[in-house]
């Protein structure tokens, strides 16, 4: 299955400034997927990032404040710009391992970036 | 639109009680099926999938059975342990290729 190093694993960052996350996977996907988890809660969907192409962002999510880059199959970063404390979450990416005659085998997880907005 | 509707919890077992965790779910066809484990500190892992209705999915002595009948997917596993206290996530691949999550099953084991 595919790895994913996720950095950084943790930030303390002040209100008003930015901070990029990287994702590198070991091997060639197509679709790379962000999501947030904010303390005590459920995975929410941010975008699906394709090279080559922008990202797709869900509803409450955009791209001035969650800018994403996609430059090879192998490599995405999310940018939490103008942060406030409300942005304090674990953010996470994520890839999808094999999907073939409309069937998922499942999807590997990145460690997870903890976020602490002050 | 798909979504999966999770029992929520915390739910607190004695050690070698049986647990279940029920998940329903809402979607277009018949989609993949997940659970996902979350243990105190660590990152989000695979517990177990299927792939298509009536599919069985096991993993360190959990199964769930994919229901289309009753759109279900309920976690079980007939004798817990300490190390299985955990969160745990119901999960459903989205028509867009994501995965769709439930709000999550904190279990606590008790010895």
């Known amino acids: 299955s595919a790895v994913i190093s996720q950095k950084p694993s943790r930030d303390i960052c002040q209100r008003g400034t930015s901070l990029t996350i990287q994702c590198q996977v070991d091997?060639?996907?197509?679709?790379m997927f962000w999501y947030r988890q904010q303390p005590g809660q459920s995975l929410t969907l941010i975008a699906t990032?394709?090279?080559?192409?922008?990202?797709?962002?869900e509803s409450g999510f955009v791209i001035d404040k969650f800018p994403i880059s996609r430059p090879n199959l192998t490599f995405s970063t999310l940018t939490v710009s103008n942060m406030s404390p409300e942005d304090s979450s674990i953010y996470l990416c994520?890839?999808?391992?094999?999907?073939?005659?409309?069937?998922?085998?499942?999807?590997?997880f990145g460690s997870g970036t903890r976020l602490t907005v002050v | 639109g798909n979504s999966v509707t999770q029992m929520e919890g915390p739910v607190t077992l004695s050690e070698e009680a049986f647990l279940t965790i029920n998940c329903t779910y809402t979607?277009?066809?018949?989609?993949?099926l997940f659970w996902y484990v979350q243990y105190p500190g660590e990152g989000l892992q695979l517990l177990l999938k299927?792939?298509?209705?009536?599919d069985k999915g096991s993993n360190k002595g959990f199964e769930a059975t994919y229901r289309k009948e009753t759109t279900s997917f309920h976690l079980e596993k007939g004798s817990v342990q300490v190390s299985d206290s955990a969160v745990y996530f119901c999960?459903?691949?989205?028509?867009?290729?994501?995965?769709?999550f439930g709000k999550g099953t904190k279990l606590s084991v008790k010895p």
């Open positions: 299927a792939t298509k209705a009536d």
């Open positions: 990032a394709n090279q080559g192409s922008e990202a797709t962002y």
């Open positions: 994520s890839v999808e391992e094999t999907f073939t005659s409309d069937r998922s085998y499942g999807y590997t």
């Open positions: 979607a277009t066809g018949y989609p993949s």
């Open positions: 091997s060639q996907v197509t679709m």
């Open positions: 999960a459903l691949r989205g028509s867009q290729g994501n995965l769709i």
